[in-house]
């Protein structure tokens, strides 16, 4: 497994931008798929987008289509996540997860090492 830690989450006004930043440990990222997932207060944890193993392929949930972009560094073995027009219901932790293999997949179970996550607050 792979060790993940995220940061430059934050507080932003509605119409705001971040960046999240996913760094991993060991030797191997590029082995892997990699994926951002958020949980709100009360809600089960949804996937928000994941990228392939080396960043040629990517999918997006659609509540974030158009105002995200996943990518990532495998020479700095981090993968980030920028989200732009931010609305409020983008409030939650936000995780990141990777897996390994090939396929770029939405549920949880099929991601194997996660982070501890990055605290997202848009206020209106």
């Known amino acids: 497994q792979v060790q993940l830690v995220e940061s430059g989450g934050g507080l932003v006004q509605a119409g705001g931008s971040l960046r999240l930043s996913c760094a991993a440990s060991?030797?191997?990222?590029?082995?892997?798929?990699m994926a951002w997932f958020r949980q709100a207060p009360g809600k089960e944890r949804e996937f928000v987008a994941t990228?392939?193993?080396?960043?040629?392929?990517?999918y997006y949930a659609d509540s974030v289509k158009g105002r995200s972009t996943i990518s990532r560094d495998n020479a700095k073995n981090t993968v980030y996540l920028q989200m732009n027009s931010l609305k409020p219901e983008d409030t939650a932790v936000y995780y990141c997860?990777?897996?390994?293999?090939?396929?770029?997949?939405?549920?949880?179970?099929?991601?194997?090492?996660w982070g501890q996550g990055t605290q997202v607050t848009v206020s209106s």
């Open positions: 997860a990777a897996r390994e293999g090939e396929v770029l997949v939405t549920n949880t179970y099929q991601y194997n090492s």
């Open positions: 060991g030797r191997t990222f590029s082995s892997y798929v």
């Open positions: 990228i392939s193993r080396r960043g040629g392929g990517t």
